[in-house]
């Protein structure tokens, strides 16, 4: 298995008390360095390229974030940037890419280590900490090289709305969420299910505030059996870990072992699928969950 990161993804900072703080990037270094320390193999990300951006994003929105390289800017109420930011961000981009090209070039799992986070990011706009897209960029890669079965399956407590919009009506990206519900972004209800040529290839499972670990077992039981439907050729994870019970920003219950178990279900669906699996951080806000949890994560791709 490859592990994707880099130091460099401390170079975004954001204004002091705020939860997407460079402090989480220092748990991927550690992470990255006892992978690394044990004989696993840890790579440098690149940046994503403006023509994989301008595939699920406008340029008008390129132009936009390219006006504030270089300095800090508010770009919506959460969200910010540094002087570092974009290529910062054009980097977490790219490794997601970068990811999901090696599951596929050599049927390895690869997981991408980086921040800012993405799935809030819409095709127009920043959002919920997110600049670009991480994981629809990889998305939309896959298919761009061919691939008519990409699913990407969101394990954040937040719905991964940006996502969700941007392949709403696409069947070659199968988009699944379970998220706290009604809460932040305020999408992700179970009756959206796609539109058009994508109708029935969104699948959201929103749970109430306070589910545990049996409650999510349950959801990804269901989700299993949607993704041995599908029969994916790629399988993305927005690795979201802030459904852990001592997460700050929500209100789950969810144990480490209990996120476990949500990598183990996974791992199993794309073996049945005889497909590559990738994964992408997004949230996860208490640094001692979130090194608990990548590690954990990390025992189940193993």
Request: net charge negative; charged share 20%.
């Amino acid at each position: 298995m490859l592990l994707i990161s880099s130091k460099r993804f401390q170079e975004h900072t954001t204004p002091p008390g705020h939860p997407e703080r460079p402090e989480r990037a220092v748990v991927f270094d550690r992470v990255a360095a006892a992978w690394r320390d044990g004989g696993g193999r840890v790579v440098e990300p690149r940046a994503a390229t403006r023509d994989e951006l301008l595939r699920v994003h406008d340029a008008a929105y390129l132009e936009a974030i390219d006006a504030v390289h270089g300095r800090a800017a508010m770009l919506d109420a959460d969200t910010f940037t540094s002087p570092e930011s974009v290529d910062v961000a054009r980097l977490a981009a790219g490794a997601a890419v970068q990811a999901a090209e090696h599951a596929l070039d050599t049927g390895e799992t690869a997981f991408a280590l980086v921040r800012p986070p993405g799935h809030h990011a819409e095709r127009d706009r920043a959002m919920g900490f997110c600049l670009f897209n991480n994981v629809a960029v990889a998305a939309a890669a896959a298919v761009a090289r061919g691939l008519e079965r990409v699913a990407v399956v969101d394990i954040d407590v937040h719905h991964g709305n940006g996502t969700q919009w941007m392949f709403y009506s696409d069947p070659r990206v199968f988009y699944v969420s379970t998220h706290q519900f009604p809460f932040y972004p305020g999408t992700g209800a179970a009756d959206e299910t796609g539109a058009g040529p994508g109708k029935g290839f969104t699948l959201n499972l929103p749970l109430a505030a306070g589910a545990r670990d049996g409650d999510y077992e349950m959801a990804y039981g269901e989700i299993a059996g949607a993704l041995d439907r599908y029969a994916p050729q790629l399988l993305l994870v927005s690795a979201g870990y802030d459904a852990h019970a001592e997460d700050p920003l929500a209100s789950m219950r969810v144990t480490t072992e209990g996120y476990a178990q949500v990598v183990r279900i996974l791992v199993s669906a794309a073996r049945r699928a005889a497909c590559p699996l990738a994964l992408v951080t997004e949230g996860g806000y208490d640094l001692d969950a979130l090194a608990a949890c990548l590690e954990a994560t990390l025992r189940e791709l193993v």
